[in-house]
Structures are given as C-alpha cells and as structure tokens.
C-alpha cells in the first residue's frame, strides 16, 4: 500500500505560476513511476505528467513547455511545476504511483488550482 499526500495548490491568474508536491509513503520501493492527474469539473481525470525511475518525463500536449515534473532527493517526493497557467488548468491535481504497468487505484485528497481570467 502507498499513500499519497498533495500540497501547493491555489488561486493564481491566468500566466502566473504554482508548485504541486506530493509525499508518497508506505510501499515505495517498487514504484516504477509518479504521476499527476487532474479532474476538472464535469470531466474526466486525466494524466498530465509522468516522470519514471530512470528520470524520463512525458506530458500531454496541452502542458508541454508549461509544465515540468520532477522528484526530488527523497525518492518519495515528486513535483509539478507549473508556469503560463490558463483557465483551462483549473482542476482538482491528484498524484498517483504505478507498479509495473498499473497505476494505484487508491488516490489522495487531490489539490485544487484555481486559475482566474
């Protein structure tokens, strides 16, 4: 089991910038990869970024040159960087774990960005 805690969201502007965290605890070890997913309202989550063990990142489209992933120095933290924020942001970002192809299906409170015109 793997617990997930999300920090760092907020009411910004539309251009101005936030820095999701996430602290994984519990069975880590045989995480393979990290992710952030978000939901905005009347949607589906979706999976914006992922960065692997070996430290390759990929993003959907949509994010790409605006937000950056990255864990830090504790094998348990993963990051998200996000810059030139938009109304369309706006969602609920939650991270999650995979073990070998499978992404956890137990998920924390999630964080919420506001992002205003």
């Known amino acids: 089991q793997v617990q997930l805690v999300e920090s760092g969201g907020g009411l910004v502007q539309a251009g101005g910038s936030l820095r999701l965290s996430c602290a994984a605890s519990g069975s880590i070890f045989r995480i393979n990869a990290m992710g952030w997913y978000r939901q905005a309202p009347g949607k589906q989550r979706e999976l914006v970024a992922v960065i692997t063990s070996g430290s390759s990142t990929n993003y959907i489209d949509s994010v790409k040159g605006r937000f950056t992933i990255s864990r830090g120095n504790a094998k348990n933290m993963v990051y998200l960087q996000m810059n030139s924020l938009r109304p369309e942001d706006t969602a609920v970002y939650y991270c999650?774990?995979?073990?070998?192809?499978?992404?956890?299906?137990?998920w924390g409170q999630g964080t919420q960005v506001t992002v205003s015109s």
């Open positions: 999650n774990a995979r073990y070998g192809s499978e992404w956890i299906t137990t």
